[in-house]
Structure formats: C-alpha cells, structure tokens
C-alpha cells in the first residue's frame, strides 16, 4: 500500500508540474523543448508571404539584388515553402535575404539553425547566419557565420567571426556540397565561443571576435556568383532561440 500511495504522490506531483508549465512549452524542430516564460523564438517555415522585400516568408524578410538576382518558390516532397535565392550569370551578381537587423544582440545561449542547399559548391560565395549586413560581398561588421567560398581556392566550409571590424575567419576540414544541410550556430552562456555544426556534428569553434553584447546584429542568408555560372541558395526554414533569464 505504501508503494502505491508513494507512487500516486510522484504521479501527481508530475501532472501538476506538466499542466502548470503547458501553455509555454513546445517541442520545436531541433528536439530541445522550450518555455517560453524563459526564452525568445523566432521560427520561419516561407509557407506565409510573396516574394516581395518586407513581405516575405511569415516573418517579413527583407531581400536584395546585384545584377539581376532572383527570389522564388521552390518547395520539394517533405520540405513546404522552399525559398530560392538565385544570382544572374554575371560575376558577382548576388540574391540575399535578412531579419532582424537591428533586433540581435548576441549575449550568450544563443542558438541559430538554417536548412539550406546550394545547387553548386564550386562556384559561388555562400554566407548563413548573424551579421549586421547582408547585401554586400564584405564580411559583415559584425556577426557568426557559416561560408563557402569558391574564390577562396577552396570549397571546404568556412567558419567566421567579426567585432566591430575585426575578424576570425577559419577553413575546416569540412568539403561543401549541393546537399540539404542543417546549419547550426551556437554561443556559449559565457560567450567564450561559438560552435559550429553541420547536421548535428560540430566542425569549428570560434573563440575570437565574438560580437560585443552592444552589436546589433541580424539573420543573413545569401549567395553570390564568383564567374558566369548562375547559383542557387534554397533556405527551407531558420530557427532562432535566446534564453532570457531576467523575464
């Protein structure tokens, strides 16, 4: 009886616990579960929205062009809401996508994840991630940043930091390719380093050049042409969490 009533006690005990903290958890796509009293989310699946700047996806993003640069459609079985970045066949066209500009600081915990394919790795220059600009083909200012850059002599992932200026930028052992990827972007709760993932496996860190906590900083997707080869940059979602102790 004694085991029974113990039992009861813990049972209800986690019912009680699940119901009061319900409304604000939820299992994203990462796996992570989340409260919301606690963090900030930011999630954009492009289902919602045209393909016109400031209107695009459910969020609003902005979008830019150089030398006749595309956005569209291109959803595949299993993946909703494909958003294609495409650059023109002139050297240094470029297509790219931002939110959030002003709206990051980044002060520690903070997780960002990108699905995203190339349609070729030998051609292009490719950036995912935080930075405070998105429509040029410098480094941002500041930011984390995962690239691929065929002027570089090398199609291996690049990983990159910058503060006010200054930058970190590290080639890994990594081989870039035309595949859907999920890339990661994580800063420790000390911001003493950055990781970086690829499909859930880690292939640089960062211990240098870690944005400030009073640089503000965005979300970046974006693709630009390094001869006369037209590129493709296809982002299917981007997730953005934050914890926030102080709420």
């Known amino acids: ?3 029974k009533t113990g039992f009861a006690l813990v049972a209800i005990a986690l019912i009680g ?4 903290d319900g409304p604000y958890r939820f299992n994203p796509i990462n796996g992570d579960f989340i409260n919301l009293r606690k963090q ?3 999630f954009d699946d492009f289902i919602g929205g045209t393909n016109s700047t400031g209107d695009i996806g459910e969020n609003g993003w902005s979008w830019t062009q150089l030398n006749g640069g595309g956005i569209f459609n291109l959803p595949e079985v299993g993946r909703p809401g494909v958003k294609a970045l495409r650059t023109n066949t002139t050297d240094s066209a ?3 996508i931002s939110i959030l500009q002003s709206a990051i ?3 520690g915990d903070d997780e960002l994840v990108i ?3 190339l349609s070729s790795q030998n051609t292009c220059i490719m950036r995912l991630g935080f930075g405070d600009s998105y429509n040029a083909s410098t480094f941002p200012t500041d930011g984390l940043w995962f690239e691929v850059n065929a002027d570089s002599g090398s199609t291996n992932y690049y990983i990159g930091a910058s503060s006010g200026g200054v930058k970190t930028f590290s080639l890994t052992s990594k081989a870039a390719d035309n595949q859907w990827h999920e890339y990661k972007i994580k800063v420790a709760s000390d911001k003493s380093r950055a990781e970086f993932y690829i ?3 880690l292939i640089g860190t960062i211990t240098t050049n870690i944005p400030g906590s009073s640089a ?10 390094t001869d006369v080869n037209s590129n493709d940059l296809y982002i299917d979602y981007v997730f953005y969490k934050v914890t926030n102790l102080a709420r």
């Open 40 to 42: 900030v989310i930011f």
């Open 115 to 117: 699905s995203a394919k």
């Open 94 to 96: 470029r297509s790219a």
């Open 199 to 201: 499909d859930r496996v």
């Open 17 to 20: 616990v699940s119901f009061s």
């Open 216 to 225: 503000y900083t965005g979300i970046m997707c974006y693709i630009e042409t």
């Open 105 to 107: 600081l980044i002060n």
């Open 1 to 3: 009886m004694m085991k």
